[in-house]
């Protein structure tokens, strides 16, 4: 996915105000943190269906993972809302850059009354069309800058993905112990991979959250993460899988938009899960699940705030609570008790979903041995600017903002690359 980059992270904490809403989609305006109220476009009136035009602006299309499950989200608003194809434009492959915000105006030209753009690194581009065409919304995944612009019309959206990131990795942590149960694998041989894109905070909370998931239930586990350097290259996907699964990791998971992982696995017998889409069509035989983001609630809640002349919140996260994250099928070829990992996962996901379960209990991990308790200290103070992530005895992800902050490296896992 195209997002975080390393210093956008201590700019979203310095300047980002709406916090992560844990309410509905249609409640979320009225639940969000002040800053929303804020930062509000003033919106009064609503426009009328037949007359909604809706602009989209995608880094990829259908055939790489993270681009598909926006368009999924899309397609899904639109039969939610009684919208009409013609009502909906979308600019595919549009690259990081004055591409971008020549798609935004263009949209604007053509009578879009709100623009979504799915990649971090658009952002820049899209507060430039915002700043010129202030009666537009426009409404960015994964970034981190609406807040701090003083638009009224700019807007960040994403969700707590760390939630089904854990998910996934309770199953491939079951996967492991039905390893070990068999004889494949003694308890010292869980070392698991994780192919990773860059090395940047939403990459980090991600395979934090999925290495916790495995280690709920396989606790001897390791990890290491090698990351490739690209969003969505499957060759080099394929590779850096490869040569983890060459240095002995016995399972493969991603942050990559590729199946390219997932090819390499199924030809070594490796176990995988995958990111956005299902990987049964690559790997048939080895793919667990994978870890995913349902984008249907956002598209739908902003474009009805449309119809209904109420205000789009300025940061909007949600997740499992309100159907933002999932987990895709379980394989049912992979594991010999399919029905136990079923009963394992809705019990997890129910823990979530009733707030017993908090994913980065401080309790559960450490860094060098120590328990963080407080990440408002001196030497913290370059990634979190003395911000207080620790709360209740868990850091808060996606509360501050709806762009992850979780930046540690935790004992268990090692980098063996550093990509920025």
């Known amino acids: 996915m195209k997002k975080i980059l390393a210093l956008a992270l201590s700019a979203a904490m310095a300047f980002s105000l709406a916090a992560c809403s844990g309410s509905s989609s249609e409640s979320a305006a009225s639940t969000a943190s002040g800053a929303a109220s804020s930062a509000a476009s003033g919106q009064s009136a609503g426009v009328a269906k037949e007359d909604l035009k809706v602009g989209v602006i995608l880094i990829g299309d259908e055939n790489e993972g993270y681009s598909l499950a926006h368009i ?4 899904e608003m639109e039969e939610n809302l009684g919208l009409t194809d013609d009502q909906i ?12 915000y020549e798609a935004a105006v263009d949209l604007a030209e053509q009578g879009c009354q709100i623009v979504f753009g799915n990649s971090f690194g658009f952002e820049g581009y899209m507060i430039q069309a915002a700043e010129e065409y202030p009666e537009v919304e426009f409404c960015h995944a994964t970034g981190y800058q609406a807040a701090s612009s003083g638009l009224a019309n700019m807007h960040n959206y994403f969700t707590s993905v760390y939630e089904s990131r854990y998910v996934s990795g309770v199953v491939a942590g079951m996967k492991l112990n039905e390893m070990i149960a068999d004889g494949q694998l003694t308890e010292a041989d869980c070392k698991i991979g ?16 999925f290495f916790l998931g495995v280690r709920s239930v396989c606790p001897s586990a390791t990890m290491e993460v090698k990351y490739t350097g690209s969003w969505a290259d499957q060759a080099l996907e394929k590779e850096t899988a490869e040569a983890l699964i060459a240095d002995g990791c016995v399972l493969i998971s991603q942050h990559a938009d590729t199946t390219g992982a997932a090819t390499a696995c199924e030809a070594a017998s490796v176990p995988d899960v995958g990111y956005n889409i299902s990987m049964l069509e690559a790997a048939p035989n080895w793919a667990l699940t994978s870890a995913s983001i349902n984008w249907a609630p956002y598209y739908t809640y902003a474009t009805q705030c449309m119809l209904d002349g109420e205000t789009i919140v300025t940061d909007w996260c949600q997740g499992y609570s ?19 990992v079923k009963a394992k996962v809705a019990e997890v996901e129910g823990a979530i979903i009733d707030g017993s379960l908090k994913v980065f209990d401080t309790s559960t991990w450490t860094v060098g041995g120590e328990t963080i308790t407080t990440t408002a200290t001196e030497d913290l103070a370059e990634t979190y600017h003395g911000t207080e992530y620790i709360v209740d005895g868990a850091f808060a992800e996606s509360t501050l903002a ?16 550093q990509v920025f």
Request: net charge negative; glycine share 8%.
């Open 402 to 417: 709806s762009a992850p902050a979780f930046a540690f490296v935790i004992d268990g896992i090692t980098e063996l690359n």
């Open 72 to 75: 999924n989200g899309i397609q």
């Open 194 to 209: 994780y192919v990773g894109a860059y090395s940047y905070a939403e990459v980090k909370s991600g395979y934090t959250a």
């Open 322 to 340: 309100e159907g933002a994250d999932r987990i895709t099928e379980l394989n049912e070829k992979a594991f010999k008790d399919i029905e136990a």
């Open 89 to 100: 434009v979308i600019k595919y492959n549009i690259p990081e850059g004055d591409e971008c």
